[in-house]
C-alpha cells in the first residue's frame, strides 16, 4: 500500500461496559499523538480515519477513531477478527495498523 504509514504496537483488548458492548484495542498515546499531529487531516467525521489492521496473519480493512476522553485512537475489533486471530478479552496483543 504505497503511501501508507505503519504503526506496529501491543494493546489489551477490552470491551466497552455498555450493553453488547464493542471490542477495543487502544493505540498508544504517543502514537495517536504522532497520527494526529501529521494525518489528521484524513479523518473523516466524529475523529475516523480508514486503516488496515493486522493481527498475526489476519488482515482487515477497518478505522480507527479518536476517542476525546481517553486523549487515544481506538481499535474497533469485530468478532471476525478476533475469531479468525485467535484472541480474547483481555489479552494482550502485537497489531499493526496502516493509515
Do not use: C
Not at 504496537?9 to 499523538?33: C, E, M, N, Q, V
Not at 466524529?46 to 479518536?66: H, P, S
Amino acid at each position: 500500500m504505497e503511501g501508507k504509514i505503519t504503526y506496529q504496537f501491543t494493546s489489551r483488548i477490552w470491551k466497552h461496559d455498555a450493553p453488547g458492548g464493542w471490542y477495543f484495542a487502544s493505540l498508544p498515546k504517543d502514537i495517536s499523538k504522532e497520527i494526529r499531529a501529521q494525518l489528521k487531516w484524513q479523518e473523516q467525521g466524529w475523529g475516523r480515519m480508514t486503516a488496515v489492521a493486522i493481527i498475526d496473519t489476519y488482515e482487515w480493512q477497518t478505522a480507527i477513531w479518536f476517542d476525546t476522553k481517553l486523549d487515544t485512537y481506538l481499535l474497533p475489533i469485530k468478532a471476525e477478527a478476533r475469531k479468525n486471530a485467535h484472541i480474547a478479552l483481555d489479552e494482550e496483543i502485537v497489531i499493526s495498523i496502516r493509515v
